[in-house]
């Protein structure tokens, strides 16, 4: 069983499109996640929800909304695409803080911005 | 000043031998500390965490800690080429959600 899982793996798009990315965990987290890894490897915090709740919200531009469902699933919206949008896009869940912190991360999702 | 600091390497060592990855932070209310491997095309996976000062041992890894220095550091002894990767340093700052990664040593293990 996957423990977080993200659809879809891959999207090539073209710029001005607006695209979906679905994440689900099934550890039992209440917290999760969304970074963005860029080119040169760097892992950047955008959003995370703690049981459905937002509780970070990084300086993003507001074409990218996430919506959590539930506590179990988290998905990030990005309307009219950008060229610099073009990441792998990583969905990640944690215990809450008083356990290990350690962040679980999904297998990622490769976006392409033509 | 970026908020977690690592050279980008790449860091080449050879087989058997110790690779030591090195990480400083900004932030002086930071509790928690990680490191992740991340291997090319796959997601970052957890391989040491670390709370305290000292040393923490987890077979051929060790994680050393100097909260004073606003240091962490990764030693991998008997380097395999199945090491080879890029290491991630990763901080938490006590009573938040809030990770924040540097952007990765690249190791080759030399065969």
């Known amino acids: 069983d996957t423990a977080v899982s993200q659809t879809p793996k891959y999207l090539v798009t073209q710029m001005g499109n607006d695209k979906s990315i679905k994440c689900e965990q099934n550890l039992g987290h209440d917290t999760m996640y969304w970074y963005k890894q860029d080119s040169k490897k760097f892992l950047k915090i955008m959003f995370s929800y703690n049981n459905k709740e937002l509780i970070i919200n990084e300086t993003v531009p507001n074409r990218f909304s996430p919506k959590s469902p539930d506590k179990a699933h988290l998905n990030l919206h990005i309307n009219s695409l950008e060229l610099g949008d073009s990441a792998v896009y990583f969905c990640?869940?944690?215990?809450?803080?008083?356990?290990?912190?350690?962040?679980?991360f999904g297998e990622g999702s490769r976006l392409t911005v033509l | 000043q970026k908020e977690v600091e690592q050279n980008s390497g790449p860091l080449s060592v050879p087989e058997g031998a110790i690779a030591s990855l090195n990480c400083t932070y900004s932030?002086?209310?930071?509790?928690?500390f990680f490191w992740y491997r991340q291997y090319s095309g796959k997601s970052p996976e957890l391989i040491m965490s670390i709370y305290s000062n000292g040393d923490k041992e987890d077979g051929r890894f060790t994680a050393q800690l100097n909260k004073a220095s606003q240091y962490v550091s990764l030693l991998i002894r008997d380097s395999q080429p199945s090491d080879s990767a890029t290491y991630l340093c990763?901080?938490?700052?006590?009573?938040?959600?809030?990770?924040?990664f540097g952007t990765g040593t690249r190791l080759k293990v030399l065969a």
């Open positions: 990763a901080v938490q700052t006590s009573g938040t959600y809030k990770y924040i």
């Open positions: 932030d002086r209310v930071s509790q928690s």
């Open positions: 990640a869940s944690s215990l809450p803080l008083v356990d290990t912190g350690e962040l679980f």
